[in-house]
T-cell receptor
């Protein structure tokens, strides 16, 4: 089955700097890659996703890039703010109706 | 309901007792997942239901854990003979097409 590895496990950045989280996946048939954000004491929520037919997607200060050849994808957060402090999870699946597999999570701390 | 509902929100039990955790997914969602999350840790996959297909039970940590989904809607996770290491937050999530997961607020299980 699919295996998703996520790095780093923790990331501390200064407010205003950028944060990058990387994930690799094992199943070349995977074609859907979402990212979830979990704030302290709250449930995970989808923040952005990308499908294999595009290489990059942006939504305000967050962007995701995908390299299908290398089987890795990354989350980029620019101009970080304290409210970006949370645990971020990447995930991968083959297609609609197939199980979503999560990475181990990255705890991001934005220092004011 | 507007979202995924889990009950109880908190459960304290004695070691050796059985517990049942309930998940009411969003109406019409065919996919349902159970995850376990220990304090500060990632999402540990437990079981996945997709429509009428046989569930993916590959994440259940022992035969003390079981789950069912009746009528393609409500799901119950049962833990028999609870142990202290079972203490965690149990999260349920549902999805229409496995592309956006909606998580419940979880059940905090404490085994004394």
């Amino acid at each position: 089955g699919e295996n998703v590895e996520q790095h780093p496990s923790t990331l501390s950045v200064q407010e205003g700097d950028s944060a990058v989280i990387k994930c690799t996946y094992s199943d070349s048939a995977s074609n859907y890659f979402p990212w979830y954000k979990q704030e302290l004491g709250k449930r995970p929520q989808l923040i952005i996703d990308i499908r294999s037919n595009v290489g990059e997607k942006k939504d305000q200060r967050i962007a995701v890039t995908l390299n299908k050849t290398a089987k890795h994808f990354s989350l980029h957060i620019t101009e970080t703010q304290p409210e970006d402090s949370a645990v971020y999870f990447c995930a991968a699946s083959k297609a609609a109706g197939n199980k979503l597999t999560f990475g181990g999570g990255t705890r991001v701390l934005v220092k004011p | 309901g507007a979202g995924v509902s889990q009950s109880p929100s908190n459960k304290v039990t004695e070691k050796g007792k059985d517990v049942e955790l309930r998940c009411d997914p969003i109406s019409g969602h065919t996919a349902l997942y159970w995850y376990r999350q220990s304090l500060g840790q990632g999402l540990e996959f437990l079981i996945y239901f997709q429509g009428n297909s046989a569930p993916d039970k590959s994440g259940l940590p022992s035969d003390r854990f079981s789950a069912e989904r009746t009528g393609g809607s409500v799901s119950t996770l049962t833990i028999q003979r609870t142990q202290q290491e079972d203490s965690a937050v149990y999260l349920c999530a549902s999805s229409l097409n496995n592309e956006k997961l909606f998580f419940g607020s979880g059940t905090q299980l404490s085994v004394l």
